[in-house]
């Protein structure tokens, strides 16, 4: 057998040269195509009107049998801003070219309301519009004004504030917007280039709105005349339509309806500071627990010592990040660990070592849940001055009650699949029946498809019964779901009621049943 040679410094330059030579005589292409001696002119958007192109060219009046009646300056309007203010607001929308002398009014429009349009490009090519926007805002008494978009810019324009363009733009359906009345945010579609500069508002005029990544303009308000805009859509057709509430707003001015005055809520200046939290780990290794909850569970004890807090952590699954000895700033880990069992009482011989000043047991899964549920409704938890952070107690009963979540879901007008909850073989019989057979039977209170299955019959459904019960005091007969299609949306929503929708899921029941963790 030969033996490869031992390696040895090799000069590459000799294949180079060689490749080189190769290419220097490579023979001419055949027939090469011809050189283009005329330059490319490109157009450029930016010096075009491009509302011009895009508005109508002609007055259009729909719900004309409706009151009030609001011109609506088209400089590119969507057809659902349209249907907003005909179908939902039942008002007489009258459409006008951006152009249209609102002075002049050469057809005589009959007007209530001044609603200022979405369009393309600069607005400052717009003169026209601001005269008339101008116009109207020297009115006595004044008439009210909205805008969406570029009737931000328009407004702003008008009122002697300037514009600029964006380096990028703000585009997409979710661009935080934060309230400057409340300090809500709310995720907005929007879908343009220029802004409004708001160190140049004059004088009586404010900012409404501002945008929570790059700080840039998103509305304006009059401090004392019904004039506003919004640089966003609320009627965004693809939605979210979380703002939607600025059209009740300007048509209730319209109708000379007094607006309810808007307030910041003072809870966010009832802080409570803590200085040692107890969190509820998740738990022994099974399906609704632990591999799901070790995540948000060591996410937890990140948010937490960002704050400055001491994390207490029990826990009983070495073979966890969250428990894991090794910390870093991804994973700072907990300050104290406590490998013991996810029980009430050992949780409360903790509570008592540590004295913490709060406890979190939604982050731990179907077991963390039972022992906060069980801790809170003995008064154990009240009684040592631990408070409940995150989601609380009453709330985890209502989503996994079925019978007080039914109520919750008939509050607010929804309907709920068939479902009755029972608390013994001759109530699940009784359930089943007023249901109709095949039935889903489960174990409340319970997560991993643990005490379930399908009866089609009495006698399967006292069998299945007889195992659920073992595993809690209470079961659920619920309608028989396969072959349905589930939307499942994650809502993440904190106390100033912001909410953003984290994902959603789509599925197919065929032949297993979906258990919730949280709703």
Request: net charge negative.
């Amino acid at each position: 057998m030969s033996t490869l040679p031992p390696y040895t410094s090799f000069n590459t330059s000799s294949i180079f040269h060689a490749h080189s030579s190769i290419i220097q005589t490579r023979p001419p292409i055949q027939n090469p195509p011809p050189t283009i001696s005329t330059p490319i002119n490109f157009a450029d958007p930016n010096q075009r009107n491009l509302v011009a192109e895009v508005s109508t060219k002609s007055v259009m009046t729909y719900g004309a049998n409706n009151t009030p009646s609001i011109i609506a300056y088209d400089c590119g309007m969507k057809f659902n801003i349209i249907r907003f203010f005909v179908n939902t607001q039942k008002v007489k929308l009258t459409v006008v070219p951006y152009d249209y002398d609102l002075e002049a009014n050469p057809a005589n429009i009959q007007w209530d309301g001044l609603f200022l349009s979405n369009g393309p490009g600069d607005p400052a090519m717009c003169p026209q519009t601001i005269r008339s926007i101008q116009y109207a805002l020297e009115l006595n008494p004044p008439k009210p004004i909205f805008g969406i978009c570029l009737g931000n810019q328009l407004l702003s324009l008008a009122a002697g504030a300037s514009t600029y363009k964006l380096k990028y733009g703000n585009r997409g359906l979710n661009q935080p917007c934060i309230d400057l009345r409340t300090g809500r945010c709310y995720v907005t579609p929007q879908n343009h280039g220029f802004a409004v500069d708001a160190s140049t508002l004059p004088n009586n005029w404010k900012p409404l709105f501002i945008n929570a990544n790059d700080l840039s303009n998103e509305g304006i308000i009059h401090v004392n005349k019904p004039f506003f805009s919004v640089q966003f859509h609320p009627e965004a057709s693809g939605g979210p339509l979380d703002t939607a509430f600025l059209f009740d707003k300007f048509v209730g001015h319209v109708r000379n309806i007094s607006q309810p005055l808007v307030l910041q809520d003072g809870l966010v200046y009832q802080k409570r500071t803590y200085k040692k939290v107890l969190l509820v780990g998740s738990g022994g290794l099974s399906i609704g627990q632990a591999g799901e909850f070790d995540y948000s569970g060591s996410q937890c004890i990140k948010a937490l010592k960002e704050e400055g807090i001491e994390v207490v952590l029990i826990n009983p699954n070495i073979a966890t990040v969250q428990t894991s000895t090794e910390k870093n700033d991804i994973t700072p880990g907990a300050d104290s660990v406590y490998f013991l069992p996810i029980r009430p009482q050992v949780v409360m011989d903790i509570i008592h070592k540590e004295k913490p000043d709060g406890i979190i047991v939604s982050m731990g899964g179907q077991t963390a849940l039972n022992v906060g549920i069980e801790l809170w409704n003995s008064g154990e938890l009240q009684k040592a001055g631990v408070e409940v952070l995150g989601t609380q107690i009453p709330v985890i009963e209502a989503t996994e009650d079925r019978e007080i979540f039914s109520q919750k879901l008939a509050e607010i007008g929804e309907s709920i699949a068939l479902s009755n909850s029972a608390e013994n073989i001759n109530e699940a019989v009784i359930a089943a029946n007023k249901i109709g057979y095949p039935v889903l039977v489960r174990a409340a209170f319970a997560l991993g498809g643990l005490g379930s299955g399908f009866a089609a019959n009495d006698d399967e459904l006292k069998d299945l019964a007889a195992k659920a019960f073992a595993v809690s005091k209470q079961i659920l007969i619920d309608m028989d779901l396969r072959g349905w299609k589930e939307l499942e949306y994650e809502v993440v929503r904190d106390c100033s009621d912001n909410c953003i929708t984290v994902c959603n899921v789509s599925t197919i029941y065929v032949a297993y049943y979906c258990f919730y963790t949280m709703c």
